[in-house]
Structure formats: structure tokens, C-alpha cells
């Protein structure tokens, strides 16, 4: 359902200038706890996540979800009129979220010097793929680039076959999660000095960090972590397992006592006393032996039985879903993980509930992504421009 509850950003100004999908996202973030969102779009070219993937009616579904909580405005920044229109939102807004290529927004004459001279206590947040400087930073970047890059595509998939890319925007995604941060730590700033900063974020980077201590294993120890599919080189038993009615099951040992509860669980409890079973590190020496044993167990029983099981044993075990199940599952159901919206296009419509639970200022879904320059007059007329001024920007090509 959607939320009329005010969040704790609640009288947070944020305008998205970005497309394509770790700046909108992070913009979403900072919408769906309260801050007034107003989305920039072409005039004629409209954000392209509206027509990315499946849609209902002529309508982009992606959209629904990465434009919620937004007030829609169409402008042409590189129009003298759309210029003056956005300098004369940003002398009142506290962010600005943009993914344009380095040098664009200067061009334009919208770089940081001419807003901050305007409005000095501004976060403008500038999201690329490989940042604001460095050899790369003018080439086009995507979130794919930083899966190869950063290692990632390196360390997924089998052994023997090729890197794997992920079938969604992972690396996006970590970065929207860490601009969202990186704007929060930005406003913190400003709570003691009263000015505004540039956030810097290259997307190849948050993927990085999340990938762990693999740059310090190979400094320390020339290690380069190899490719082994479900496996870890870190525990064991630790994989994907089919059961007697052909459903998949995701076992982990992380911790030496499930480790334990797993091989009495499996009825071969005299692996525990070998002495190689006490670190996961030297388990995983012994993985064809350790997922032979969970293997030949889960195989012979149905799914329903593997997780009573487990969950009897005090073990980790977790199904395999697709999203039809997801949309099912009893824990999710419970967590209010996702939500209905009543979109007047569409109908209701289920889609992710916001990041987190706040006991006393929750966030929450207020609507789903508007249609293109929904909210243009609006936005306009709370600036005080008049509806002459609105209509010659118009003809000039500025909305």
C-alpha cells in the first residue's frame, strides 16, 4: 500500500538529472524516505529505463519501480531557457543527482563553480562509470564494464567455463547503495561546515569493495581467486543441491558448528572428527567428499523434508526461488518486502517495498514512476514562472 507518512528526508530537495540506472536508483533511495524527487527528462528523448524490458499497455514496467516517488519535469538543459530553469530550482534544492560524461554540465555552464556560486550548501552528486578524471574518465561506461572490471565476471561461473556477467545491474545497483550513502555523508558534512560539496562516484569502484580482501590477498600473497561456481575456497560444504522432486536447495557452513549440525543431519557424523573438518579453509579441501555426503542426502529426500530438516538441526539451508515464488514466500510476506501500489495507469501493482524498516519515521511508497513531464506546469508554477513564460518555453524547445 502506499505510504502518506512523512519520512525522515521529508523537506529534502533532490533533483535527478541522471538515466541508466545507478544515479535514478539512488535518487529513488533518497525519494522513498520522504525527500521531494524531481526527475529531469529530455523534452524528446525521455529516460530510456521507460522502455527497457517488458511492458503492459505501452508501458514501461522497469519505470514503475525506478521512477517512483517522483515529480516529473521535462527540460533541455542545453537549451538557454531550460539553463535558467534548472539554476532556478537548484538556488533551492539540497541535491543533485547526474551521470552526465565529465565535462558535460560545464559545458552547459551547470558545473559545480556556477552552482555552488548560486547555492552554496548544494551536494551535487556526479555518478560515471569511471569517474571524474583518470584515462578513463571520459569513455562511456556501464554497469557491465564494472563487472568485468573490477574482478567480478573473473571469480563467477564453472571452473572450466567462461566469466559470467550477471543477468541484471548488479554493479548499478551497489553503486546507487553507495551514492545514496555518499549523499547522506555529504549532507552530514554540511550539518558542521554549511556548505555543500561534489560527490564523486565511479561505479567501477562499490563493486570493488564488495568483492572483499581480493586486492589485499594479492598483495600479500600474490593470490588471484579462481573461478569455482557454487563452491568457496573458504568453507565447505557450500553449494546448490537438487532434491528427490526436483527442486534446488543453497546450503552454507560459514560457521564450524552448522558445519557440524550439517554432517549429523546427513547421517555422517564421523567427518566431523577428521582433522581436517575443524576450519572452513581446510574443509574445503575436502569439498567432493563433504557435497557428496549433503548431496546424496538431499537427493533422496523432497524439498519440503530437506528444509524441515535443516531447520530441526538448526542448519542454513534456504530454497532456491524464482520470482514466483518470491512473491509467495511466507518470510517475505511477513517482512512486508513488497508492497501494492494503486497506480492510475496500471492498477495496483506489486514491487519492491523500500530498502529498510524504520521504527519511527518510516519511508514508503507514495507512487509509481508518472508519465513523461507529468508534473512540468506544476513544478514551473511553484517557481513562480507564469503561464505565458511556461508556454514560451515551450516553443523554444526548452520543455
Same mark, same amino acid.
Not at 554493479?171 to 545514496?180: C, E, G
Given at each position: 500500500?502506499?505510504?502518506?507518512?512523512?519520512?525522515?528526508?521529508?523537506? &529534502?530537495?533532490?533533483?535527478?538529472?541522471?538515466?541508466?540506472?545507478?544515479?535514478?536508483?539512488?535518487?529513488?533511495?533518497?525519494?522513498?524516505?520522504?525527500?521531494?524527487?524531481?526527475?529531469?527528462?529530455?523534452?524528446?528523448?525521455?529516460?530510456?529505463?521507460?522502455?527497457?524490458?517488458?511492458?503492459?499497455?505501452?508501458?514501461?514496467?522497469?519505470? $514503475? &519501480?525506478?521512477?517512483?516517488?517522483?515529480?516529473?519535469?521535462?527540460?533541455?538543459?542545453?537549451?538557454?531557457?531550460?539553463?535558467?530553469?534548472?539554476?532556478?530550482?537548484?538556488?533551492?534544492?539540497?541535491? *543533485?543527482?547526474?551521470?552526465?560524461?565529465?565535462?558535460?554540465?560545464?559545458?552547459?555552464?551547470?558545473?559545480?563553480? !556556477?552552482?555552488? +556560486?548560486?547555492?552554496?550548501?548544494?551536494?551535487?552528486?556526479?555518478?560515471?562509470?569511471?569517474?571524474?578524471?583518470?584515462?578513463?574518465?571520459?569513455?562511456?561506461?556501464?554497469?557491465? &564494464?564494472?563487472?568485468?572490471?573490477?574482478?567480478?565476471?573473473?571469480?563467477?561461473?564453472?571452473?572450466?567455463?567462461?566469466?559470467?556477467?550477471?543477468?541484471?545491474?548488479?554493479?548499478?545497483?551497489?553503486?546507487?547503495?553507495?551514492?545514496?550513502?555518499?549523499?547522506?555523508?555529504?549532507?552530514?558534512?554540511? !550539518?558542521?561546515?554549511?556548505?555543500?560539496?561534489?560527490?564523486?562516484?565511479?561505479?567501477?569502484?562499490?563493486?570493488?569493495?564488495?568483492?572483499?580482501?581480493?586486492? &589485499?590477498?594479492?598483495?600479500?600473497?600474490?593470490?588471484? @581467486?579462481?573461478?569455482?561456481?557454487?563452491?568457496?575456497?573458504?568453507?565447505?560444504?557450500?553449494?546448490?543441491?537438487?532434491?528427490?522432486?526436483?527442486?534446488?536447495?543453497?546450503?552454507?557452513?560459514?560457521? @564450524?558448528?552448522?558445519?557440524?549440525?550439517?554432517?549429523?543431519?546427513?547421517?555422517?557424523?564421523?567427518? *566431523?572428527?577428521? =582433522?581436517?573438518?575443524?576450519?572452513?579453509?581446510?574443509?574445503?579441501?575436502?569439498?567432493?567428499?563433504?557435497?557428496?555426503?549433503?548431496?546424496?542426502? *538431499?537427493?533422496?529426500?523432497?524439498?519440503?523434508?530437506?528444509?524441515?530438516?535443516?531447520? $530441526?538441526?538448526?542448519?542454513?539451508?534456504?530454497?532456491?526461488?524464482?520470482?514466483?515464488?518470491?512473491?509467495?514466500?511466507?518470510?517475505?510476506?511477513?517482512?512486508?518486502?513488497?508492497?501494492?501500489?494503486?497506480?492510475?495507469?496500471?492498477?495496483?501493482?506489486?514491487?519492491?517495498?523500500?530498502?529498510?524498516?524504520?521504527?519511527?519515521?518510516?519511508?514508503?511508497?507514495?507512487? +509509481?514512476?508518472? =508519465?513523461?513531464?507529468?508534473d512540468t506546469e506544476e513544478i514551473l508554477a511553484g517557481l513562480g514562472l507564469s503561464e505565458t513564460r511556461i508556454a514560451a518555453l515551450r516553443d523554444q524547445g526548452a520543455l
Open positions: 500500500m502506499t505510504s502518506t507518512e512523512a519520512g525522515p528526508l521529508t523537506g &529534502l530537495k533532490v533533483i535527478d538529472l541522471a538515466t541508466l540506472f545507478a544515479g535514478p536508483l539512488a535518487a529513488t533511495m533518497l525519494g522513498d524516505f520522504g525527500a521531494d524527487v524531481i526527475k529531469v527528462e529530455h523534452p524528446r528523448r525521455p529516460d530510456p529505463s521507460r522502455g527497457h524490458g517488458p511492458a503492459k499497455d505501452g508501458i514501461g514496467l522497469w519505470w $514503475k &519501480l525506478l521512477g517512483r516517488n517522483k515529480r516529473n519535469l521535462t527540460l533541455d538543459l542545453s537549451a538557454p531557457g531550460g539553463r535558467d530553469v534548472l539554476l532556478q530550482l537548484a538556488a533551492e534544492t539540497d541535491v *543533485i543527482v547526474e551521470n552526465f560524461r565529465p565535462g558535460t554540465l560545464e559545458r552547459w555552464g551547470l558545473g559545480p563553480e !556556477e552552482l555552488h +556560486a548560486l547555492n552554496p550548501r548544494l551536494v551535487l552528486a556526479r555518478v560515471t562509470g569511471f569517474g571524474q578524471f583518470g584515462p578513463y574518465a571520459h569513455r562511456p561506461g556501464f554497469g557491465t &564494464l564494472a563487472e568485468a572490471m573490477s574482478g567480478f565476471a573473473a571469480i563467477t561461473g564453472e571452473p572450466d567455463g567462461p566469466p559470467t556477467l550477471p543477468p541484471f545491474g548488479l554493479a548499478d545497483s551497489i553503486a546507487a547503495l553507495a551514492t545514496a550513502y555518499a549523499v547522506m555523508a555529504a549532507l552530514a558534512g554540511r !550539518e558542521r561546515t554549511g556548505e555543500g560539496q561534489v560527490v564523486d562516484l565511479a561505479i567501477i569502484e562499490p563493486i570493488l569493495t564488495v568483492l572483499g580482501p581480493q586486492p &589485499l590477498w594479492y598483495d600479500q600473497l600474490g593470490y588471484v @581467486q579462481p573461478r569455482t561456481g557454487n563452491r568457496s575456497r573458504n568453507n565447505a560444504p557450500r553449494n546448490t543441491y537438487r532434491t528427490a522432486d526436483g527442486h534446488w536447495v543453497a546450503v552454507s557452513t560459514s560457521a @564450524q558448528s552448522v558445519a557440524e549440525r550439517v554432517m549429523r543431519l546427513v547421517g555422517r557424523p564421523e567427518l *566431523i572428527d577428521e =582433522p581436517w573438518f575443524g576450519s572452513g579453509t581446510t574443509r574445503a579441501e575436502h569439498t567432493e567428499e563433504l557435497d557428496g555426503a549433503v548431496g546424496h542426502w *538431499i537427493s533422496r529426500h523432497s524439498r519440503e523434508e530437506v528444509l524441515n530438516g535443516f531447520e $530441526k538441526a538448526e542448519a542454513a539451508v534456504a530454497p532456491i526461488h524464482d520470482v514466483r515464488e518470491v512473491m509467495e514466500d511466507p518470510q517475505y510476506r511477513a517482512l512486508g518486502t513488497l508492497a501494492e501500489v494503486d497506480d492510475p495507469e496500471l492498477g495496483p501493482l506489486r514491487m519492491q517495498n523500500v530498502l529498510f524498516r524504520l521504527s519511527g519515521t518510516p519511508g514508503g511508497i507514495r507512487w +509509481a514512476g508518472r =508519465p513523461h513531464g507529468a
